[in-house]
């Protein structure tokens, strides 16, 4: 009965249907399956098909609407030198880690899937993964491509030209605030998608935001604020300074500059609204290894110190702490710039990060050439060892 009604909801999930379901319903079933109105909560102790459940729905979230990235004609190489190691082997065993790979020095020296009865039949390398919190700092990527190109004038620029977000906090902040999150928004928002209106960032344009939740605003102190807001002001911004070719631009960074094997794909908030109104969503979709080769193409601009590396250094040298009450407990940095999670505990190397949903993250360590890439949907596996620890001396 279980596997009936998961194939149905993948189906309905593809449709678009199933995610407001998903919503509704706040039990256990027959079988364990558990859910809530959204995601985990960290502090739940699932069971293996819950897990697998929600897996399977995050990995199908989004509207039909997107924007797809073309593929390589030649992608970039990845060079494999693997090595055995039992403590991930265990974790993907035993826990919600579902992938994992670690880049040392120019190779791929740890390349793990979850067994097949745990996750491995839910993924494979031609799998396109679903990410909301790593399509920020994707963004933020993409941004310096945007300023690097000439689309966009520098850090420093505001962006009262955006005539869709006249009269809001938003054209006050310059592109800097935006990538720092700290455009002087969180006393308009409830959570970190949520409006004190009610509105969800997530199904709005930024044209309609700016005229219903932020019409008449103006920014608080500019502080911290972890949300979706300023990552999806982030990419339409780009789109409005790119005359709305964002799908072209797109090409430009992953298939020319990165080489991606396959595609990468934005989504949308809503099919309705056109790109004239701030459409796009900082989620993305692509494959395990795709995804690693952003972060080596960061790792290679870093150290080019081409136009890119130089806007890497520069959110670097100016990210702003997290104020207390921020996510800043175990595990978690104690800095953030330009969307990047930086100055990780008990790691003494440069370090900036992507972290996500359920432990999904992509840490780059720029002086040991390292990167940890892993994909899951719980955080119940040991994600200072295999995160903090082994991004900082390739150890466990």
Request: with cysteine.
């Amino acid at each position: 009965m279980f596997w009936i009604m998961r194939i149905v909801l993948v189906v309905l999930v593809g449709l678009g249907i199933a995610s407001v379901q998903a919503q509704n319903w706040n039990k256990k079933d027959e079988v364990g399956v558990k859910t809530w109105n959204g995601l985990i909560p960290a502090s739940y102790s699932p069971n293996l098909e819950t897990v697998r459940y929600h897996m399977e729905l995050y990995n199908n979230r989004g509207p039909k609407g997107r924007y797809d990235s073309e593929p390589s004609p030649s992608p970039r190489a990845l060079k494999f030198n693997l090595r055995d190691e039992p403590f991930i082997d265990r974790q993907l065993q035993r826990t919600s880690l579902a992938s994992y790979l670690m880049y040392e020095k120019g190779a791929v020296v740890i390349d793990k899937i979850s067994p097949q009865d745990r996750f491995g039949d839910l993924i494979d390398n031609d799998k396109h993964l679903y990410s909301m919190s790593l399509g920020k700092s994707v963004g933020s990527y993409l941004m310096g491509h945007a300023i690097c190109k000439g689309y966009i004038e520098s850090l420093d620029h505001k962006l009262s030209d955006w005539p869709i977000v006249e009269n809001t906090l938003i054209a006050e902040a310059s592109v800097r605030d935006v990538i720092n999150a700290a455009m002087g928004h969180q006393k308009y928002m409830k959570n970190n998608e949520i409006f004190k209106q009610g509105g969800n960032v997530n199904d709005r344009s930024i044209e309609t935001l700016a005229k219903i939740e932020l019409s008449g605003s103006t920014p608080s102190r500019k502080r911290y604020e972890y949300g979706q807001l300023p990552a999806n002001v982030a990419l339409s911004y780009i789109d409005f300074k790119t005359g709305h070719q964002f799908k072209l631009f797109m090409d430009e960074v992953f298939r020319d500059h990165v080489g991606l094997d396959g595609s990468l794909r934005f989504t949308q908030t809503h099919t309705g609204y056109s790109d004239l109104q701030g459409r796009i969503r900082a989620n993305f979709l692509a494959t395990r290894y795709d995804t690693l080769r952003i972060g080596i193409a960061i790792l290679d601009d870093w150290h080019s110190d081409n136009c890119v590396g130089k806007y890497l250094k520069d959110i670097y040298k100016n990210r702003i702490t997290k104020e207390r009450g921020s996510d800043t407990g175990p595990g978690h940095s104690k800095s953030y710039g330009g969307f990047f999670h930086i100055d990780y505990p008990h790691s003494s190397d440069l370090v900036m990060g992507m972290e996500g949903y359920g432990g999904i993250g992509l840490l780059i360590n720029f002086d040991d050439d390292r990167i940890i890439y892993g994909h899951a949907a719980h955080r119940d596996f040991d994600y200072k060892q295999i995160y903090n620890k082994a991004i900082d001396d390739g150890h466990y």
